[in-house]
């Protein structure tokens, strides 16, 4: 059983930055694919980023494209989200999701683990 959780979100300024982590944990992750999404309050919850456990595979939704970077530790079973000049509209839970790398990556339906959540607040 894949255990997921998520850290680092918090209170922050418009133009402001967060690292999140995901720590992960349990069956080898060689054929997964680990994503962010966000939940806003009201809204559906939509995909953020997404890299490849193994390989070079990164996905982007186009509006956090140049501001946030995901990446992995495989030897921490760690994935990032960096997230630079933070907008207002970037206020959301944050979940970190893991998935087969042959389903589409973009889907939360393609994902079958889930962590808790954590919350980040952009203020104006």
Same mark, same amino acid.
């Not at 255990?3 to 690292?19: D, F, I, P, Y």
């Not at 509006?63 to 960096?82: E, G, H, W």
């Not at 999701?97 to 104006?124: E, H, I, L, M, P």
């Given at each position: 059983?894949?255990?997921?959780?998520?850290?680092?979100?918090?209170?922050?300024?418009?133009?402001?930055?967060?690292?999140?982590?995901?720590?992960?944990?349990?069956?080898?992750?060689?054929?997964?694919?680990?994503?962010?999404?966000?939940?806003?309050?009201?809204?559906?919850?939509?995909?953020?980023?997404?890299?490849?456990?193994?390989?070079?595979?990164?996905?982007?939704?186009? $509006?956090? *494209?140049?501001?946030? %970077?995901?990446?992995?530790?495989? =030897?921490?079973?760690? /994935? !990032?989200?960096?997230?630079? $000049?933070? *907008?207002?509209?970037? %206020?959301?839970?944050?979940?970190? =999701?893991?998935?087969? /790398? !042959?389903?589409?990556?973009? $889907?939360?339906?393609?994902?079958?683990?889930?962590?808790?959540?954590?919350?980040?607040?952009?203020?104006?």
């Amino acid at each position: 059983q894949v255990q997921l959780v998520e850290s680092g979100g918090g209170l922050v300024e418009a133009g402001g930055s967060l690292r999140l982590s995901c720590a992960a944990s349990g069956p080898t992750f060689s054929s997964y694919r680990i994503a962010w999404f966000r939940q806003a309050p009201g809204k559906e919850r939509e995909f953020g980023a997404a890299i490849n456990w193994i390989g070079s595979s990164i996905y982007y939704r186009d $509006s956090v *494209k140049c501001r946030f %970077t995901i990446s992995r530790d495989i =030897a921490k079973n760690t /994935v !990032y989200l960096q997230m630079n $000049s933070l *907008k207002p509209e970037d %206020t959301a839970v944050y979940y970190c =999701a893991v998935g087969s /790398v !042959y389903a589409y990556w973009a $889907s939360k339906d393609s994902y079958q683990f889930w962590g808790q959540g954590t919350q980040v607040t952009v203020s104006s």
